[in-house]
């Protein structure tokens, strides 16, 4: 079977940056540490007036084009992840397709265009659909762009405005691809819940605590599913990336999943004198005493050296750039692999041919995990990156700056205030046309 995979990866932040430690915390009477420390985040991305979902998607796309001297001829298909939709027919694929034609000769007409809607797992089914689309043949030689571009906003006051983010991650899918391949093995957890959702509404209901148990119970799923296909070891994985809601969640996730994923193995044989063995539940007499004694082992193994080690090396890399950026929805996981893979391509670690298990998440709720084998030649392309200017140019907002963004990005609102930041080489939004539509311009 032909190889399969991410090509290339680019990542577009919103222009804005709001401190949570130093700007949110005293505003809200808390400790700093809960963001740094609790939650596990220093700041939050906010799109600037002119910025939203097709802003930073197309900017995305057009660096990832120019980078690999793409022509829109070489696209068959264009797949736009979010959960930030503005219109409930037209997908945000047709208006990013438009911003990239106008700065391209050519068009997209031949390529087919859709929107991926799954909570945050969206961006990982838009890649899997364009994997399949051209181990399926259909490809006509042409590439995917999938495109994750969320702006992750709550309501004023909720609990979840402190994990607040906006960005994009453009992926390119081919044959042969630079960076990782998608291998068939695929686990899901899916199951109807009511955790987190926007029944037409921008801003979500969150029943924030159960989408936490929600998360971990999905992801328990599918991990069986997965070794349902394939026997798993801890240490068969180089890197782990999560869906990062918020680096804490995280935190949770990888201990339910070395706890799981090492029970019967050599490794849980090397804990027992430290640990003990796992809970098993026909030793218990009810789920309630079951589950106590596995929340207290799981607390005694992140407590040890084995752990430790594992955490640091496979799933503290991930987390790199979301600290910084706070929740992107859709294309939160896509950021933790490109996090990785910069910190192991900075710290001189060789992945060639390492294997990834990529764990993802949707409220609603699926979870989703697969493996990628990291591809000799990821060391060039994650190198292209500019992630880093990207963070150290946004403008630092106060808090009455953040209640005016807020503002403008709410439907309900009709706030009109000037830009924060001067836009220079990108798309912006420009306005709103005859029929309702947005309207965008490429300022140079
Ligand atoms: N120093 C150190 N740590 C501190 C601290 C301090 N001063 N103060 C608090 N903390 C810790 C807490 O102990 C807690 O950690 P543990 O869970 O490990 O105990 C952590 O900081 C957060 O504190 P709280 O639980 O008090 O925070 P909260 O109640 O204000 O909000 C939340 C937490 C409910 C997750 C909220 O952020 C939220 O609603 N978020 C949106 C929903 C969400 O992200 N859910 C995640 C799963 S769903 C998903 O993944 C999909 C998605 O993208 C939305």
């Given at each position: 079977?032909?190889?399969?995979g991410?090509?290339?990866?680019?990542?577009?932040?919103g222009?804005?940056k709001?401190d949570l430690?130093?700007?949110?915390?005293p505003?809200?009477?808390?400790?700093?540490e809960?963001?740094t420390?609790?939650?596990g985040?220093?700041?939050s991305s906010?799109?600037?007036?002119?910025e939203?979902i097709v802003?930073?998607?197309?900017n995305?796309?057009k660096?990832l084009?120019d980078r690999?001297g793409?022509e829109p001829d070489d696209?068959?298909?264009?797949?736009v992840?979010?959960?930030?939709?503005?219109?409930?027919?037209?997908?945000?694929?047709t208006y990013?397709?438009?911003?990239l034609?106008?700065v391209y000769?050519?068009?997209?007409h031949h390529?087919?265009?859709?929107e991926r809607?799954?909570?945050c797992?969206?961006g990982?089914q838009?890649?899997?659909d364009?994997?399949?689309?051209?181990?399926?043949?259909?490809?006509?030689?042409r590439?995917?762009?999938?495109?994750?571009?969320?702006?992750?906003?709550?309501?004023?006051?909720?609990?979840?405005?402190?994990?607040?983010?906006?960005?994009?991650?453009?992926m390119?899918?081919?044959?042969?691809?630079s960076l990782?391949?998608?291998?068939?093995?695929?686990?899901?957890?899916?199951a109807d819940?009511?955790?987190f959702?926007?029944p037409n509404?921008?801003?979500?209901s969150?029943?924030?605590?159960?989408?936490?148990?929600?998360?971990l119970?999905?992801?328990?799923?599918?991990?069986?599913?997965?070794?349902?296909?394939?026997?798993l070891?801890?240490?068969d994985?180089?890197v782990?990336?999560?869906?990062?809601?918020?680096p804490?969640?995280?935190?949770?996730?990888a201990a339910?999943?070395?706890?799981?994923i090492s029970?019967?193995?050599?490794v849980?044989?090397?804990?027992?004198?430290?640990?003990?063995?796992?809970?098993?539940?026909?030793?218990?007499e009810?789920d309630?005493?079951?589950?106590?004694?596995l929340?207290?082992?799981t607390?005694?193994?992140?407590?040890?050296?084995?752990?430790?080690?594992?955490y640091?090396?496979?799933v503290?890399?991930t987390?790199g750039?979301s600290?910084?950026?706070?929740n992107?929805?859709t294309?939160?996981?896509?950021?933790?692999?490109?996090?990785?893979?910069?910190?192991a391509r900075?710290?001189?670690r060789?992945?060639?041919?390492?294997?990834?298990m990529?764990?993802?998440?949707?409220?609603?709720?699926?979870?989703e995990?697969?493996i990628?084998?990291?591809?000799?030649?990821?060391?060039?392309e994650?190198?292209?990156?500019?992630?880093?200017?990207?963070l150290?140019?946004r403008?630092?907002?106060?808090?009455?700056?953040?209640?005016?963004?807020?503002?403008?990005?709410?439907?309900?609102?009709t706030?009109?205030?000037d830009?924060f930041t001067t836009?220079?080489?990108?798309?912006?939004?420009?306005?709103?046309?005859r029929?309702?539509?947005?309207?965008y311009t490429?300022?140079?």
């Open positions: 079977m032909t190889t399969v991410i090509d290339a990866v680019e990542i577009r932040t222009n804005l709001l430690p130093e700007t949110f915390a505003e809200k009477g808390e400790d700093p809960k963001y420390k609790g939650l985040l220093h700041a906010f799109p600037d007036v002119y939203d802003t930073m998607g197309a995305a796309a660096r084009m690999k793409l696209i068959g298909r264009i797949d992840a979010t959960e930030s939709a503005f219109d409930h027919s037209k997908p945000a694929s990013i397709a438009g911003c034609e106008d000769e050519g068009d997209f390529a087919n265009k859709g809607k799954f909570a797992v969206a990982t838009a890649v899997d364009a994997v399949n689309w051209i181990q399926a043949g259909k490809n006509r030689g590439a995917a762009l999938v495109i994750a571009t969320d702006t992750a906003l709550y309501e004023r006051g909720d609990s979840g405005e402190a994990t607040q983010g906006a960005g994009a991650v453009a390119l899918i081919d044959e042969d691809p990782t391949s998608v291998d068939p093995v695929q686990g899901f957890g899916s819940e009511t955790d959702l926007k509404q921008q801003f979500p969150v029943d924030g605590k159960r989408s936490m148990q929600v998360y119970a999905r992801m328990r799923e599918a991990l069986q599913d997965v070794e349902s296909q394939r026997d070891h801890p240490d994985f180089a782990v990336p999560f869906h990062i809601p918020f804490g969640m995280v935190r949770k996730g339910l999943g070395f706890r799981h029970r019967g193995t050599d849980e044989e090397e804990l027992a004198e430290e640990i003990g063995m796992q809970p098993r539940r026909e030793d218990f009810d309630e005493a079951f589950r106590d004694a929340t207290e082992y607390d005694d193994l992140t407590g040890t050296d084995r752990y430790r080690e594992w640091d090396r496979t503290e890399p987390l750039i600290r910084h950026v706070g992107w929805y294309g939160s996981v896509h950021l933790a692999r490109a996090s990785a893979l910069k910190e900075e710290g001189g060789d992945l060639d041919d390492a294997e990834m990529v764990c993802s998440y949707g409220s609603g709720a699926q979870a995990i697969h990628e084998t990291v591809q000799p030649g990821w060391e060039e994650i190198a292209q990156l500019n992630v880093d200017e990207q150290r140019a403008k630092d907002i106060t808090f009455a700056e953040y209640e005016q963004i807020h503002e403008v990005h709410n439907y309900d609102e706030t009109d205030i830009a836009p220079e080489e990108e798309f912006v939004f420009d306005g709103w046309g029929m309702g539509e947005r309207k490429y300022v140079e």
